[in-house]
């Protein structure tokens, strides 16, 4: 009898687990990913459809083919328990434009998107509860990590990859003695960390590939709002990214540069205006200068960074702006205003 009545207890454990709602970190994690895959599946159509370069075909055929997988798979999650965000589709995407980015950019750009699936992954996972959610983003990290790998490699083989820069450092481990250690205004400034390096090299190439999609935007946006926006967004990346540079080119660390066009001439537009915002919006939103600033020791370095946090906030929300006039925001989950179901006439 009592052996009975612990299957019968640990069945009913096993039941409330299955059947547990989603939380609202899960839903809102689902929610992005569903928005943010559907963007980049248009956003990939595009790419696949004007390539040149034969060997990168199968890895952009690849990624289209994750970022199906992550949205039907985010879609029958959400179906149950919510709705399901509209995102981006066809109508947001013309197959017959001519290319806008060259070949070039399109390697960067998906390097750098790998390196962001890594940052995110990593993330959704730990936000996430129900088994359901956790194999969904578990699987999800892994076939991004098997991505990076592989596109990793090509890019190398190609000599395209533009590695951080390498620099002498001391061989021995040693702890610190002197409070000028974190000095960045007055007096001596000590050499930058290796840290320090890594993320003032990362945010140069962020700059770098967000000034070239806003440059092409530009070029094709059809609202003379959009085109505003986003010249504005070349103007505050080509800030950012010398405001960077000079941190290193001050220690005479030299900046690496692509060899190439990124942008082509093209004025024809391959995306909507809507998806267009969406992706400058995002990108602003993921790229993450706290981060910098906890990776950063020296007084001048947190500085910046928090002046870069108060220019790509700003932004964002001029971004935001624009979209919610437009009617372009679609409007994430949000919890029940119970203050306006009170006002509902009773029936």
Not at 35 to 61: G, Q, W
Not at 196 to 220: P, Y
Not at 241 to 248: G, W
Request: net charge negative.
């Amino acid at each position: 009898m009592e052996q009975q009545t612990t299957i019968e207890a640990q069945g009913t454990i096993q039941e409330i687990h299955h059947h547990a709602p989603l939380t609202s970190s899960e839903i809102a994690i689902l929610w992005r990913t569903n928005v943010y895959y559907s963007m980049l599946e248009c956003i990939y159509k595009h790419f696949l459809n004007t390539l040149d370069a034969p060997d990168l075909r199968p890895y952009i055929e690849d990624a289209i083919s994750m970022f199906e997988k992550r949205v039907n798979r985010t879609s029958k999650i959400l179906k149950k328990e919510g709705p399901i965000p509209k995102g981006f589709g066809d109508e947001d995407i013309d197959l017959g434009a001519p290319r806008l980015f060259t070949d070039l950019y399109y390697y960067y750009f998906t390097l750098n998107l790998a390196r962001i699936g890594l940052q995110l992954g990593g993330m959704n996972l730990s936000h996430s509860v129900r088994k359901d959610v956790r194999d969904f983003y578990t699987e999800a990290l892994m076939s991004t990590t098997r991505f990076y790998n592989r596109f990793s490699e090509i890019m190398l083989e190609k000599g395209i990859y533009i590695r951080p820069p390498i620099t002498n450092i001391y061989k021995e481990a040693d702890v610190i003695e002197k409070q000028n250690f974190l000095r960045g205004f007055l007096g001596e400034r000590r050499p930058l960390l290796a840290e320090e390096i890594d993320q003032l090299f990362f945010g140069i190439r962020n700059n770098e590939l967000a000034k070239a999609l806003a440059t092409g935007f530009l070029q094709v946006a059809k609202s003379e709002q959009v085109r505003a926006y986003m010249v504005k967004g070349v103007e505050i990346a080509r800030k950012l990214k010398d405001i960077l540079s000079s941190a290193l080119q001050k220690e005479n660390i030299p900046v690496s540069i692509q060899s190439g066009e990124l942008v082509t001439d093209s004025t024809i537009p391959p995306l909507s205006d809507k998806l267009m915002m969406q992706n400058v919006v995002v990108l602003i939103g993921i790229v993450n200068y706290a981060t910098s600033i906890a990776s950063s020791l020296r007084h001048d370095l947190i500085v910046t960074y928090t002046r870069l946090i108060g220019e790509a906030v700003n932004y964002g929300e001029d971004g935001i702006n624009i979209m919610i006039e437009n009617g372009w925001f679609e409007e994430p989950p949000r919890k029940i205003d119970r203050r306006e179901l009170a006002k509902e006439p009773v029936h």
